[in-house]
């Protein structure tokens, strides 16, 4: 191990004669000036969580301690570089020597010095996550484990998994169980995948992500004098959105801390709401239990919201059991009580929210102060088309653009495909999903298909105009051919490791291509579903249980096409206008923002309204499963309601419509709801709402 030069244990004060009790209120001053030792700070939504932060470093360095000598770990690099710059404004000069960034950043850079300690050389590669599902599938060709029949996961679930196991410092059995239950019986082939990948990056001396926090841990762990080394280095520690962290993380952040246990957490365990992806509550709720000496400070003065929509959101979090009570306490004056609106149905809520959003800007309101907040993707199908009605432009900021998720896409090939058998690109989107098929395969396929017989004739002798439809040398499908037809002629050139796939898939069409259900874009989801697309989501992609709501949630927006062509010509539109949405030349355009609550978290905005505040949709019928998953979903109620600064608006359908059937489900206005005081809200009164026509 290279030897670095001892470290002072402290320089000279900074004479930055800053006056913290004026800068800084009560709250903030105390967590500021804490003395050493554990503390955790409870930082509301709106608090100054960062001013409070960076004016820690301030006097941190005014205390005598040296920059290289303080630690502060981030979750983002946006996050990170705003701090930095932040913290030099505020002492007027750089701070190169302090140690500061992301986990990952920071894990970089300490196996950068000491690398050779675990097998690996200094000059390591880190894989993306590309890299890591393309040097997996090469363990699986390795191990003769074909994923392409739905019956073992693909790369890309197996990368998920192991991800899983090592942030969350489960056993992979345990991940099994708990997210991927149907592959529990594959343990043993998964857990030599996950042996055989391990030892492929130490050939390859390549790291992915999780290893530059694992192998951190690692190497401190297995080499006491270089753990030893770093708890000497870093006096004082100083961790932001501590509440997301995971069980890695924090175990990282323990060991860092167990010589000077001058650490403190900062962050708001009621805006947890990442368990999905391993973060653990646990981890900021149970600080006091790992730190018995640790100091409790609470900053609860919100300079964001109004006091009425603080009292809502104060109301929203009081029913978790495992939490921190506190009490955001407002510094703004009175403002307006929110709205709870109550509407007929999904396409009514959009119909409203549109209506009002244009209100709002006829009124001087600015579309980029405003959002649309809400849980799940799908939420918003029926608002993005009032939308588009209403000629209101918006952005949207979800994550994957909904209609461009490969699942979706997916489904919506055999729709494509049956409503235009000259469509080349959804032929071959299904083609290449069958076992044994590549992109040489799915176009001998597509020309047997295209021509209807076993063979591909020969080439035309003229190309077609250059902005034809056909491609040149490849006849289209004859339209007076039956699809049953042409499905036969392309299954006689189907290899026979792809034959009975194929097999499905040409029934399912079959099913689809017919009179009384070719129009009928519901039932033809419903189908393809039934045909064993389902076990496909699982062996395929992560998260399932949420791709299969979706496209049961697509099923129901199509009902209100009356044919399959009125569908994918207002697809084509939505799917424009979430690209164009995004568009950099656009940016600076005033639009109204889409997004899911998990997205807006650290936004605020002067007017938002939540949408399908409905039991079973808001919060998710499949988080109801356990406690945990309850408190979580009440975590992202509060931080849906704390994004608002002026106005509220919590809306919800009295009626939607139920995957399965042609009918409606009453809806339960959400419990998250039911839980705030009526006293608290407005009621919206729909009569007086009209909705142009």
Known sequence: ???????????????????????????????????????????????????????????????????????????????????????????????????????????????????????????????????????????????????????????????????????????????????????????????????RYAARKRAINALDFDDLLAQWLRLMREHPEIGEHYQRRFQFILVDEYQDTNPLQGELIDLLAARNQNVMAVGDDAQSIYGWRGASCLNILKFPERYPAAKVYKIETNYRSTPEILRVANAAIAANVHQFAKKLAPARPAGGKPWVVACADATEQGAFVAQRVAQLRAEGGRLSRMAVLYRAHFHALELQLELTHGDIPFIITSGIRFFEQAHIKDVIAYVKLVANPRDELSFKRLALALPGIGAKGADKLWRAFAAGAPTPPPARPAAPPADGPDAPGIPPPEPSLPLAARLRACGRVVPKKAAAAWAQLAATLEQLAAEDVRDDVAAMIGLVMKAGYAEYLASNYTNPETRLEELEQLAIFARQFPTTTDFLTQLALLTNLEAESESPARADEDRLRLSTIHQAKGLEFDVVFVIMLCDGLFPLERALASPAGEEEERRLMYVAITRARNELYLCYPRQRAAYGSGGGLAQWPSRFLQEIPRKLLKEWELPSFERDE
């Open 1 to 195: 191990m290279s030897r670095e030069p001892a470290l002072p244990p402290f320089w000279a004060p900074v004479p930055l004669q800053i006056d913290y009790a004026r800068e800084l209120n009560a709250q903030q001053y105390a967590a500021v000036t804490a003395p050493p030792g554990p503390s955790l700070v409870i930082a509301g939504a709106g608090s100054g969580k960062t001013r409070a932060l960076i004016y820690r470093v301030a006097y941190l360095l005014e205390q005598g301690i040296p920059p290289n000598r303080i630690l502060l770990l981030t979750f983002t690099n946006k996050a990170a570089q705003e701090m930095m710059r932040r913290t030099a404004d505020l002492l007027g000069r750089g701070l190169a020597a302090l140690w500061g960034g992301t986990f990952h950043a920071l894990g970089n850079r300490v196996l950068r010095r000491h690398a050779d300690q675990l097998g690996y050389s200094r000059d390591f590669t880190i894989l993306d996550s590309e890299d890591a599902r393309r040097l997996i599938t090469t363990c699986m060709t390795e191990a003769e484990v074909n994923a392409k029949g739905g019956k073992f996961p693909k790369a890309e679930v197996l990368a998920d998994l192991f991800s899983l196991a090592v942030n969350t410092r489960q056993p992979l059995s345990a991940v099994l169980r708990d997210q991927h239950a149907r592959f529990a019986r594959l343990e043993p082939q998964i857990r030599d995948l996950q042996q």
